[in-house]
């Protein structure tokens, strides 16, 4: 069993000098070449051979969970499609955590640091544990942080295994850098339980990258402990990467939440929001903890685009991270008896219901008995019924919905008693 490397605290990210305008971002590596690695075994982001990578990001997939999401989620008066917890109120934030006015005030307005204020990094660090050869880096939400370490990572002939279903950005930013997502499938008849044979048995002499993302979005599912274990435990005999979404980290239901996989391997990249479990999705704060000379890559290309995060909204988060008990707490208390009520109401209508039971997140993926195609339905209940769901074409499994589980009780009881009835109705 690996294990934890000692935790010695957030480090401030500084640029070797001078800052080498071609490093490792600026190399290729020829299709089909395995990541190397140092004696000491630590990563070694270089990539040998040569040629030109051409990106083809203006051609990648239309976001089809953001379409469905773009008009419907702000017209909607019953949501029982988000992937988070209720938000949050500024007001009820200052209450709780104690920021004052005052503090708020005193805030300037100048650029923050390229990977974050250092209050903040070191909040995430002594929050998650990662090991000592990590850095921190602060993003506008996990989304930039995935696509930013994607980018510097592959490389066009990679093969990246994501699990399937998938949040899409998962594989589409793959697809569109060149690299070939290979699926792990979580299957149905096993209630999406992830299971590692058949994720060992696609990793191979092409992969640069595993992803994974526990709690699992859209179904639900985790590892285990001791499959978690064994999880890293794999992944520490391949030189392959670990990319760990860690969105529904901190949302679980049996036990303890996973702990960070960067705090025991050195190729493992992971990254966090303040968007699922915190709900402060408009905050749009994330992090990625990755090993330094990824992070550098992550820094070039984001000089290109958002540069850095608002001082005010990492003020915000700072606080969060420091007082993350007392902000996740009431909202997990919620979301358990949320998940009760939900799974009660499977059990009441076994005719119209298959629903594996989540894990942990505060999403479900149940299956609409008699339906191959869902996505009428979820129209007309946005549409006529003012009740949204996500359909499951969304995530590739078309006679699903996800249900989002993480708002007020009386909401979800409100969607989930026009779903019957429109299931009833049929």
């Known amino acids: 069993m690996l294990r934890r490397q000692p935790h010695r605290g957030a480090r401030p990210f500084t640029f070797p000098a001078p800052l080498r305008r071609h490093g490792p971002l600026a190399e290729t590596r020829q299709r089909g ?49 988000s992937s988070g917890v209720r938000n949050w109120a500024l007001g009820e934030l200052r209450e709780l955590l104690g920021v004052s006015v005052a503090e708020l005030d005193g805030l300037v307005f100048r650029d923050s640091p390229s990977c974050g204020r250092q209050e903040l990094t070191d909040a995430v660090a002594d929050r998650y544990r990662p090991g000592p050869d990590h850095r921190v880096m602060v993003t506008h939400g996990s989304s930039e942080a995935l696509f930013l370490a994607l980018s510097a990572l592959l490389r066009p002939g990679d093969e990246v295994v994501v699990p399937r279903p998938a949040y899409q950005s998962l594989v589409s930013t793959v697809e569109a850098l060149g690299a070939r997502p290979v699926p792990w499938e979580l299957a149905p008849a096993d209630g999406f339980a992830p299971d590692l044979d058949r994720l060992a048995a696609l990793l191979g002499p092409r992969t640069r990258l595993v992803v994974a993302n526990f709690p699992h979005n859209p179904t639900g599912a985790s590892l285990t402990p001791d499959d978690h274990g064994r999880f890293l435990d794999l992944m520490a005999r391949h030189p392959a990467f670990l990319l760990w979404d860690g969105a529904m980290a901190e949302l679980v239901y049996d036990g303890d939440r996973l702990p960070d996989p960067t705090g025991v391997l050195p190729r493992a990249i992971s990254t966090g929001s303040f968007s699922k479990a915190f709900g402060l999705p408009g905050l749009r704060i994330g992090w990625c903890v990755a090993p330094p000379d990824l992070v550098r890559d992550m820094v070039r290309l984001r000089d290109y685009t958002t540069l850095n995060s608002s001082p005010l909204n990492e003020f915000l988060a700072t606080a969060v991270l420091r007082g993350a008990d007392a902000v996740l707490a009431p909202r997990l208390r919620t979301a358990r008896a949320n998940l009760d009520a939900l799974l009660s109401w499977a059990t009441a209508h076994p005719d119209l219901i298959d629903c594996p039971r989540p894990r942990g997140g505060v999403t479900a993926f149940p299956r609409l008995r008699g339906l191959d195609d869902t996505r009428r339905l979820c129209e007309w209940l946005a549409d006529e019924r003012g009740v949204l769901t996500v359909p499951g074409d969304c995530f590739g499994h078309p006679d699903r919905v996800r249900i989002g589980f993480g708002g007020p009780t009386d909401e979800l009881a409100r969607g989930l008693a026009e779903l019957t009835r429109a299931l009833r109705a049929r």
């Not at 630590?42 to 773009?70: Q, S």
Request: hydrophobic share 40%.
């Open 33 to 81: 070449d395995r990541p190397a690695q140092d004696q000491a075994g630590a990563p070694d982001l270089r990539h040998a051979g040569g040629g030109t990578v051409t990106a083809a990001l203006g051609g990648i997939a239309p976001a089809l969970l953001e379409d469905w999401f773009r008009d419907r989620y702000f017209a909607a008066t019953t949501d029982i499609s």
